[in-house]
């Protein structure tokens, strides 16, 4: 069985500043991992992914994650926050037969 | 690009009375998933389906049916609506059966249910 989460419910950060939003996933098999975005009032949108090989990922409108398999963690990572970040952030983790399995999800605020 | 469309953004429906959610997308993906999202739980699977009339059961099927009669098309039913499905839908499709890949998402039908 998978399983994810995501600790804290919100996260504000100053425009300029680092974003970090944390994952941690459990897995019975190798796990593929992604990270999508929510923006208000649409669907979800694939920020990045980890399937095999690299384990730093990079993604769309720069963000970035890093697979830590002795951490069982995906943290999700942004240099610079944009007032355009504001949205919602889900972890996923992959389980059998094309299945994802979700975290709560975190809101990231972006103060100017 | 892919392209998952859902047939309403917003519906107000009264309780008792049989919805149908529709789904479409337009890249040939032979997995369709459904799921609803709630406040402080994330998104969670109610049905998915591999394949032309093959459906199965996600996490949370209670009070749902599916249906899937073209490989397009995804629909959501709700036999006898009820004020607790009163949830944000959301449609996914993905490529190939049993594949583990990318899930495309529609914008979500918010559905309330007086």
């Known amino acids: 069985a998978q399983s994810v989460t995501q600790l804290g419910s919100h996260v504000s950060v100053s425009e300029g500043a680092l974003v970090l939003l944390r994952c941690n996933y459990s897995?019975?098999?190798?796990?593929?991992l992604f990270w999508y975005v929510q923006y208000p009032n649409q669907g979800l949108q694939l920020l990045l992914k980890?399937?095999?090989?690299?384990?730093l990922v990079k993604g769309i409108n720069g963000f970035e994650a890093e697979f830590k398999k002795s951490e069982t963690s995906f943290h999700l990572t942004k240099p610079s926050a944009h007032m355009s970040d504001a949205a919602e952030y889900f972890c996923?983790?992959?389980?059998?037969?094309?299945?994802?399995?979700f975290g709560k999800g975190i809101t990231l605020s972006v103060r100017p | 690009d892919v392209k998952v469309t859902q047939s309403s953004r917003y519906l107000v429906k009264r309780t008792g009375e049989k919805v149908f959610l529709e789904c479409v997308q337009d890249?040939?993906?032979?997995?369709m998933f459904w799921y609803r999202q709630d406040p402080g739980l994330g998104l969670r699977l109610i049905y998915f389906?591999?394949?032309?009339?093959?459906?199965e059961k996600g996490d949370i099927p209670e009070g749902y049916s599916v249906s899937r009669e073209k490989k397009e098309r995804f629909s959501l039913i709700l036999e006898s609506a009820s004020t607790n499905q009163t949830s944000m839908y959301l449609c996914?499709?993905?490529?190939?059966?049993?594949?583990?890949?990318?899930?495309?998402f529609g914008p979500g039908t918010r559905l309330t249910v007086l």
């Open positions: 996914a499709s993905s490529g190939v059966r049993g594949r583990l890949d990318t899930q495309y």
């Open positions: 897995s019975s098999v190798p796990p593929y």
């Open positions: 980890y399937t095999t090989g690299a384990t």
């Open positions: 996923a983790v992959s389980g059998a037969n094309s299945k994802l399995t």
């Open positions: 890249m040939d993906h032979e997995n």
């Open positions: 389906s591999y394949d032309v009339k093959m459906k």
